[in-house]
């Protein structure tokens, strides 16, 4: 039997406001970002380059260290990173040259990437490097490939589809779209190094795998998906598309690196970690992860 | 005729034949009373690679110690170095961005890259074997996944040493400072809220990392490290501990879950809406 006094609802009406300030409290997390990296930006020619070693003496205040030149986008930043934490960035100039000194004594993994104007990131290039006390390695005839971008993540057959990205001007490059058949596009580049191409898409139904890169250049800008269907969807209406993106925060980093660390050998894992969707988490979805890091 | 056919189709194939990537050892020479640092190196054959899984078998009275993780390519761990079950090392990580060749301006012709540095501790006087590659996976960074063919070349070694159980680099300073990162979730997530933590020690290097949830004790941790949804916020104190036992420590303040305190408020303004119009009810009927 419940019988209840004026005090018990006051008890009850207490109990209901102490509820509410509690739930709108905010929820502060203090924690830090452990390490980021940049997206991705690849030379075409830094492979085969020789490096140069000015052996004995210092170079400007610099004991040893490392030089990195080349060519990124005409006003790009040019970020490099060691052991995936930024230790310096330089702006190109307007024709996309950089060069950029950065000490180091030891055995070091050094990662460049580019941003254009515009904000959007290169892929990363890697550098493993072996440093001698009094030498300046020099890294030269650095490229990176052009970014690139959709305003659609689906097209209907027959719409338009903007592409556009930075470049290098005065360097002749393609738009390949490689998917149940494979076309490729050639953008004119401008003076201020972006590029922006609209056209009409005449490809079959599927999903294709679209890049950018300099015709002379074997390597190519990141890869981006787009659905040629019977509906379009603006990139900007989208969660997101990259595989390992589980956060949906347009960014593959270490966060989704984790969430996929914690699937990694479980059964039944969710289909944003299960990068390959094979039903397993295995060295194969972290490959793809590592492909589509981004920072 | 039949032979010629043959010959030719395997002159004509050959230049399409893919080489195969390089798993080796570097040993240097052993000094006694010191560690033995093996590298695991990698020539690519100018393939750029992203990921790489690695287990070896190591010559009988040596014992893991440690690894440099300052030394290697691989960026990101997705499996510590460790001494597996069955007693042969493990390791596997990942390199975004990739990687194809090593950089060194004083020998340009050598393009096999450093993956970890593995540090042992002899436990026998004489020590003679093999450290060869029982299997491996090296993966392309080509956004697929595909695994590139792999041969490996495994290195003898045989020389005097002094055992020692407990090695003494004489590191005294801690692993460097680090922070606990929280991934939160949502009551509905099937990935639980997780806790990320990180950091390096180039003396001996990081052995294990030790979590503590409010008062309780500490425990052995990975990350990510899986925390529960719970109602009331706590503090998270995590130790990071070098091979010569030297502490460096970290805490977090992780609040309650959101979501399970709008299930339980939710549950209260129920109670208290039931509570109140039976209140009135009886009122009413009185």
């Not at chain 1, 210092?58 to 052991?83: C, D, E, H, L």
């Not at chain 1, 984790?258 to 060295?283: E, F, G, H, M």
């Not at chain 2, 993780?69 to 390791?91: L, M, Y």
């Not at chain 2, 090593?102 to 002899?122: C, G, H, M, S, T």
Request: charged letters at 20%; proline letters at 5%; aromatic letters at 10%.
């Amino acid at each position: 039997m419940f019988i209840f006094s004026k005090h018990s609802l006051v008890v009850v009406g207490t109990i209901l406001l102490c509820a509410v300030l509690l739930i709108s409290t905010p929820n502060h997390v203090e924690a830090l970002t452990i390490t980021q990296t940049g997206d991705t930006g690849i030379s075409a020619q830094v492979g085969t380059l020789p490096i140069l070693t000015t052996g004995g003496g210092s170079y400007g205040n610099i004991q040893s260290g490392v030089r990195f030149s080349g060519f990124a986008y005409p006003r790009a930043t040019v970020t490099v990173m060691k052991n995936l934490t930024e230790v310096s960035r330089v702006v190109a100039d307007v024709n996309g040259a950089f060069s950029v000194i950065v000490p180091e004594e030891s055995w070091q993994l050094f990662t460049l990437f580019a941003t254009d104007t515009s904000g959007r990131k290169s892929t990363l290039l890697n550098f493993p490097i072996v440093f001698y006390s009094g030498a300046l390695t020099d890294i030269n005839g650095i490229r990176f490939a052009p970014t690139i971008i959709s305003d659609k993540l689906s097209v209907k057959q027959s719409d338009y589809l903007t592409i556009l990205g930075g470049a290098l001007t005065r360097i002749p490059m393609e738009i390949l779209f490689d998917g149940n058949e494979s076309k490729s596009y050639t953008p004119v580049v401008t003076s201020d190094g972006e590029y922006s191409m609209t056209f009409p898409v005449q490809l079959s139904q599927g999903e294709y795998l679209v890049k950018a890169r300099y015709v002379d250049d074997t390597r190519s800008s990141r890869v981006l998906r787009v659905i040629v269907g019977t509906a379009n969807m603006l990139r900007s209406e989208a969660t997101s598309n990259k595989p390992g993106d589980c956060n949906f925060d347009q960014n593959v980093n270490l966060v989704d690196f984790s969430i996929l660390a914690y699937w990694y050998n479980k059964q039944n894992p969710p289909v944003c970690v299960d990068t390959n969707r094979d039903k397993k988490i295995d060295l194969i979805d972290f490959s793809i992860l590592a492909f589509y890091w981004n920072g | 005729m039949k032979y010629f056919f043959i010959t030719l189709l395997l002159f004509l194939g050959t230049p399409f034949m893919s080489t195969a990537a390089e798993l080796s050892f570097a040993v240097p020479e052993v000094v006694s009373g010191k560690p033995i640092t093996v590298t695991v190196l990698l020539d690519t054959e100018s393939e750029s690679i992203n990921s790489a899984e690695v287990v070896l078998s190591i010559p009988e009275g040596l014992l893991l110690s440690g690894y440099t993780q300052t030394t290697g390519a691989i960026a990101i761990w997705i499996s510590k170095p460790h001494i597996a079950a069955d007693g042969t090392i493990e390791f596997s990580g990942i390199i975004p961005g990739g990687v194809e060749r090593l950089y060194d301006p004083e020998n340009p012709q050598k393009r096999a890259i450093p993956l970890v540095n593995l540090d042992f501790v002899p436990t026998e006087t004489m020590i003679e074997g093999e450290f060869r590659v029982i299997r491996s996976r090296i993966l392309k960074n080509d956004g697929m996944g595909t695994s590139i063919t792999t041969q490996s070349i495994p290195r003898f070694v045989s020389f005097k040493t002094n055992p020692t159980s407990t090695y003494r680099t004489g590191d005294e300073t801690p692993p460097e400072p680090f922070t606990i990162s929280i991934i939160e979730s949502t009551f509905f997530a099937r990935t639980p809220r997780l806790a990320l933590f990180a950091t390096t020690d180039a003396g001996s290097g990081v052995k294990e990392y030790k979590i503590k949830k409010g008062f309780g004790r500490y425990v052995i941790a990975t990350s990510p490290y899986a925390l529960p949804l719970t109602l009331w916020g706590s503090t998270l104190s995590m130790q990071a501990v070098d091979y010569e036992g030297n502490v460096r420590e970290a805490s977090i303040a992780i609040p309650g879950n959101r979501y399970l305190q709008g299930v339980v408020i939710g549950g209260m303004l129920f109670v208290g809406y039931f509570l109140y119009t039976y209140q009135r009810k009886r009122k009413k009927q009185v």
